[in-house]
C-alpha cells in the first residue's frame, strides 16, 4: 500500500525555462539509468524477499519509495523547464553548442503527446523499458546489480549537473546525487551483512564445478602470452575459497558441428 503527500521530497524551482535541457532530463527518468529504472527494481527485489529477510525487505522498499519521489521530481522539473520558454529560448536549444545541435532540440513528443510535459521515456524518446530491471530473486546478486544502478544513475546526474547553469537545476541535482552517494553505500554495507557474497549463487556446491577452471584467468590471445602476473592471476580469491590462477590458452572442444534439422523446417540448400 503507498501513500501520497502533495509535497515534493526536494524543492524544484527552474529559474531560466530550458526545452532542450527538459529533453537531457528525460534520461534521468525513463533511461538505463533512469528513477523509473531503479525504482521498480527495488520493488520487485522486495516483493520477492522472504519474510525472515524482513530487515532487507524494508530496506528495499523504502528507497523504492524514495525513487518514485526523485521521478516526481524530474517530471516536475521537466514541466518546468518545457512551460513559459520565450520564443529565443527555444531557438537557443537547438543551436546553443556543438552538443545541442547534434541533439537536435527538445523532443516533440513533449509537445505533441504530452502538452509540454514529461513522459516515461528516455533523451531519445524510447519508452521505458522493463528489460532494465534486475530482480533476481538472490539477495547477493541484487545488491551488486544495485550499486551499479546507482553508480549509472549517480554518473549521470553529475553529467546533467555540467549541462545547465540554472541554480535551480544545479540544487535539485545536488541532492540527487547526494542520494546516489547514500543509496551506493547503503547497499555496499548490505551486502557485508550477508554470509556468504560471493560468488553468486553462494549456496551451490561448490565442488560441483570444474575444478580445473573456477579460479582461473583463461587468456583469449591467440599466441599464449606469458601470466601477467596481476592480483586476478595469482593470490587469493576474495572469497577465500580458493586460488586464482593463470591459463594461457583455453581447453578446446573440437570443432562446432549442428545435427540435420527437421525436414519440415525446409532447410536443406538447393541442389541441381
Do not use: C
Amino acid at each position: 500500500m503507498f501513500f501520497h503527500e502533495p509535497e515534493l521530497q526536494y524543492e524544484v524551482t527552474v529559474e531560466e525555462p530550458d526545452p532542450q535541457f527538459a529533453k537531457e532530463l528525460q534520461q534521468a527518468i525513463g533511461g538505463v539509468e533512469g528513477e523509473m529504472r531503479v525504482a521498480l527494481q527495488y520493488l520487485f527485489q522486495a516483493w520477492a524477499t522472504p519474510a525472515e529477510h524482513e530487515e532487507y525487505r524494508k530496506l528495499l522498499m523504502e528507497t523504492a519509495t524514495e525513487e518514485l519521489g526523485h521521478i516526481e521530481m524530474l517530471a516536475t522539473a521537466v514541466t518546468k523547464n518545457l512551460r513559459n520558454a520565450s520564443e529565443s529560448e527555444r531557438e537557443d536549444a537547438a543551436q546553443d553548442d556543438a552538443m545541442r545541435m547534434m541533439m537536435a532540440g527538445q523532443s516533440p513528443r513533449q509537445i505533441l503527446s504530452a502538452g509540454e510535459s514529461a513522459m516515461p521515456v528516455d533523451s531519445n524518446g524510447f519508452p521505458f523499458n522493463g528489460n532494465y530491471v534486475a530482480a533476481s530473486g538472490n539477495l547477493a546478486a541484487d545488491m551488486y546489480a544495485n550499486v551499479m544502478a546507482e553508480s549509472t544513475g549517480r554518473l549521470l546526474a553529475t553529467r546533467l549537473w555540467e549541462r545547465t547553469d540554472d541554480p535551480g537545476m544545479k540544487d535539485m541535482l545536488e541532492y540527487l546525487i547526494a542520494r546516489d552517494t547514500m543509496h551506493q553505500n547503503q547497499w555496499l554495507a548490505a551486502l557485508e551483512t550477508l554470509e556468504d557474497p560471493v560468488p553468486v549463487p553462494a549456496s551451490f556446491q561448490q565442488e560441483q564445478e570444474n575444478q580445473e577452471f573456477n579460479y582461473a584467468f583463461m587468456s583469449t590471445r591467440r599466441d599464449p602470452p606469458e601470466d601477467p602476473d596481476l592480483p586476478w592471476t595469482q593470490g587469493d580469491a576474495p572469497d577465500g575459497s580458493g586460488e586464482f590462477s593463470f591459463l594461457d590458452e583455453q581447453p578446446g572442444g573440437g570443432t562446432a558441428s549442428a545435427p540435420s534439422p527437421d525436414p519440415s523446417v525446409y532447410d536443406e540448400p538447393n541442389r541441381e
